[in-house]
Nanobody
C-alpha cells in the first residue's frame, strides 16, 4: 500500500507563503501523475496543481502565477510552493497519486491551510 504523507500546512497571513510537501513511500516514477487537491468547507474537492510522470504541470486558473508544483525525484517528494496566499486559498489540501500501471489512485490524509489576518 502506498503512503502519502503531507506536511507544511498551517496558518499564514494574506500575502504570505507556505510550502507543502507530499512524501511518497514509493518512487514518484511509479505514478502516472501526482497532484494537490483542496477542499474548502461546504465545497467540492478541486484540483490545484498536478505533475505528470514526464514532468509537465497543470494548474487551476485560480492559482496560476502564485503556486508552483515541483518534484524531488531522489527523495520521492512532491512540493507545492504557495505564494501570495489569499483567504480563499483556505482549505484542507490533499496529495493524490495515480498508479502508472492500473490508474489506481492514492490519497494523503490531508493538511489544513488557513489564510487569515
Amino acid at each position: 500500500q502506498v503512503q502519502l504523507v503531507e506536511s507544511g500546512g498551517g496558518l499564514v497571513q494574506p500575502g504570505g507563503s507556505l510550502r507543502l510537501s507530499c512524501a511518497s513511500s514509493r518512487s514518484v516514477f511509479s505514478f502516472y501523475a501526482m497532484g494537490w487537491y483542496r477542499q474548502a468547507p461546504g465545497k467540492q474537492r478541486e484540483l490545484v496543481a498536478s505533475i505528470l510522470n514526464g514532468g509537465s504541470t497543470n494548474y487551476a486558473n485560480s492559482v496560476k502565477g502564485r503556486f508552483t508544483i515541483s518534484r524531488d525525484n531522489d527523495k520521492n517528494i512532491v512540493y507545492l510552493q504557495m505564494n501570495s496566499l489569499k483567504p480563499e486559498d483556505t482549505a484542507v489540501y490533499y496529495c493524490r497519486a495515480v498508479e502508472l500501471i492500473d490508474n489506481r489512485e492514492h490519497w494523503g490524509q490531508g493538511i489544513q491551510v488557513t489564510v487569515s489576518s
